[in-house]
């Protein structure tokens, strides 16, 4: 390939992994449901395909964001809420692992229709969950809670799976709901079980001939997850300029709209 070819590539992978990066640093979140549209459409990947890729980037990102965070909420404080996050994990692996065998065998129309709805499930997630501070424990500590727990572990891995995301969007409102944390000590806990969620989901994937697209675009994925790390933290430091109440309707509208074009490859 022509070098100048090839330096526009990387390019555009680093400039829209920033973009996409500043995104998820201004919500919270890796921004892996903003990355795989772009996948899908600007960089034209067979969906499953943009799935993997999508889950390499989004641990690189998460394994970064749980370090950066731990000025503002100590890694003691995650330790200490360990069987919190045991109680999530213990349905999201599986459920990571049964959605990564489902994406498998979907066939790509298929898969391009269950993306689409779920970036929809995504946007009205986005708008409700954000708006909610911190509340009561749904349960009591108990059975009734951890059953709870690992129902919701289940689904949220299954989910992440199937769209390569860290599932930070769907954790950390069940983490405030569920057990009543708020929402930074959630959003450092939505890390830590994102990590082996995702670990879980690449076990399963490496099994599918599709896994080999990482070889094949190794340049491509370096480049766009160094220029998500760059742009989540600058993200992190626009927070404060620019206002939640502005920005996270036009995020809902831009997954709204990448929900459509999504669709529209079926």
Known sequence: MDTNIQARGRAAATGAGAAVGALGGLIGLGGAEFRLPLLIGAFRFPPLEAVILNKAMSLVVVAFALPFRTQAVPMASVVDHWPVIANLLAGSILGAWCGASWATRMRSEMLYKVIAILLLAMAAVLLLSHHAGQHEALFKPGTLQVISGVAAGFG????????????????????????????????????????????????????????????????????????????????????????????LPLLAAILVLSALKVWRHA
């Open 156 to 247: 949220i891995g299954v989910v992440a799976a199937i769209m390569g995301v860290a599932g930070g969007e769907l954790l950390i409102p069940t983490l405030t709901l569920l057990f009543g944390l708020d929402l930074k000590l959630a959003g450092s806990l939505s890390l830590a079980i994102s990590l082996p969620t995702m670990l879980s989901a690449f076990s399963r994937y490496s099994r599918d001939q599709s896994f080999s697209v990482l070889m094949r675009n190794r340049a491509f994925v370096v480049f766009m997850a160094a220029g998500s790390i760059g742009g989540a933290y600058l993200g992190g430091l626009l927070l404060g300029v620019v206002s939640t109440a502005l920005l």
